[in-house]
T-cell receptor, first 113, second 115 residues
């Protein structure tokens, strides 16, 4: 089955700096890569996703890049703000298996003032 | 439009008791996912249904766990008998799968504590 590795497990940045979280996956058939943000005590919520037919997608301060050859994808947050502090999860879903997502282990991002 | 509804939000029970968690999908969605989240194991997929049919239950930890989807909008996850190691937050997620993967919308979760 699919295996998703996520790094780093914790990340601390100063407000205004950029944050990058990286994930690798094992199943070359995976074609859908969402990122979820989970604030303390809350549910995971989708913040951005990318499909395998594009290499990069951007939404305001958030961007995701995908390298299918290397089987890795990354989340980039620019101009970080305190409200970006949360746990971020990457996930991957293989073609032909509906939407079974395999999640990474999460990255705890702390944005300090 | 209501999101995913889960009940109860919190459950405290004694070891050996039966626990039933409930989930209502977003109207019009056709897929439901049960996840368990712990500090040690992260977010694990337990089982998922598509059009009321269980597609993959390989994540169900053992026979003490069972899940049903008696109709298109409602599901239950039952643990019988419960054990302290079952303590976790259980999320269900709802999705509309038309082709390949679709966005999953998570419910608020049920925090289960087994003493």
């Amino acid at each position: 089955g699919e295996n998703v590795e996520q790094h780093p497990s914790t990340l601390s940045v100063q407000e205004g700096d950029s944050a990058v979280i990286k994930c690798t996956y094992s199943d070359s058939a995976s074609n859908y890569f969402p990122w979820y943000k989970q604030e303390l005590g809350k549910r995971p919520q989708l913040i951005i996703d990318i499909r395998s037919n594009v290499g990069e997608k951007k939404d305001q301060r958030i961007a995701v890049t995908l390298n299918k050859t290397a089987k890795h994808f990354s989340l980039h947050i620019t101009e970080t703000q305190p409200e970006d502090s949360a746990v971020y999860f990457c996930a991957a879903s293989p073609t032909g298996t509906a939407s079974k997502l395999t999640f990474g282990t999460g990255t705890r991002l702390q944005v300090t003032l | 439009d209501a999101g995913v509804i889960q009940s109860p939000r919190h459950e405290v029970t004694e070891m050996g008791q039966e626990v039933t968690l409930r989930c209502k999908l977003i109207s019009g969605h056709n897929s439901l996912f049960w996840y368990r989240q712990t500090m040690m194991r992260g977010l694990e997929l337990l089982i998922y249904f598509n059009n009321n049919v269980p597609i993959d239950d390989s994540g169900m930890p053992e026979d003490r766990f069972s899940a049903k989807m008696p109709n298109a909008s409602f599901s239950t996850l039952k643990i019988q008998p419960s054990e302290p190691r079952d303590s976790a937050v259980y999320f269900c997620a709802s999705s509309l799968i038309t082709q390949g993967a679709g966005e999953q919308y998570f419910g608020p979760g049920t925090r289960l504590t087994v003493t």
